[in-house]
């Protein structure tokens, strides 16, 4: 994280008991009032909004009392497009952008979260080691074989020549847990997180032990 990095003292916030990867694709479907606002917020200023992981409590808040905790690292979320599918109702598709820390996590009058948030600078494409290179050609397989599904989960550029490209995109994929998908998007290296995945995918059986 760099010690220079844009500070945002009023962050908005949209808990998820789900983790955003930088350069992850995420749908949301846009229903509560607070969060309308907040699109529409972002919508005329152009600025993103924060996703971080919900560590205790709902996405949708059920009453006053219900206890909320977050997770302190999230990532921006900039909206790529919007589709207005019924009164009330938003659908929209947004990338992740950069990791950010957040403290003193409040909320507004009308419920929507907020933090003072100082956000990590763009991660740099770091060569994927030779070791490293199993996780690499099976997430290339991978994709193919989705490919020839129909499916499409990932955002354009395909980076197979960043480890942590292609550590966050097997993190996406893969069924570990809320508390682990999170532990790997906050670690703040990206050839070790490529390494914890490679090592599992080893577990597992999809790659085979160089």
């Known amino acids: 994280m760099d010690p220079e990095a844009a500070v945002d003292p009023a962050l908005p916030l949209f808990p998820l008991q789900a983790v955003l990867f930088p350069g992850g694709l995420l749908h949301l479907r846009v229903f509560e009032a607070r969060y309308l606002d907040m699109v529409s917020r972002c919508l005329r200023s152009g600025q993103p909004f924060g996703v971080v992981c919900l560590q205790q409590g709902g996405e949708v808040q059920r009453t006053s009392n219900d206890a909320t905790r977050l997770e302190t690292v999230g990532t ?23 990791r950010f820390s957040l403290q003193d996590p409040r909320q507004a009058s009308d419920g ?38 129909g499916e499409t989960p990932f955002l354009s ?44 995918l080893i577990e597992k059986g999809i790659v085979s032990r160089g």
């Open 76 to 98: 921006l979320a900039h909206i790529d497009a919007v589709d207005a599918e019924q009164a009330g109702i938003l659908q929209l598709r947004c990338r992740g952008g950069v």
């Open 112 to 149: 929507l979260w907020l933090a003072h948030a100082q956000s990590w600078t763009k991660e740099a494409i770091t060569p994927v080691d030779e070791a490293l290179q199993p996780a690499r050609d099976a997430l290339r397989r991978a994709v193919d074989t989705l490919h020839t599904k």
């Open 157 to 200: 550029p395909y980076r197979y020549d960043d480890a942590g490209w292609i550590a966050n995109r097997w993190c996406e994929l893969l069924s570990i847990t809320l508390a682990a998908r999170q532990r790997l998007m906050a670690l703040d290296d990206p050839r070790l997180r490529l390494q914890l995945v490679q090592d599992y």
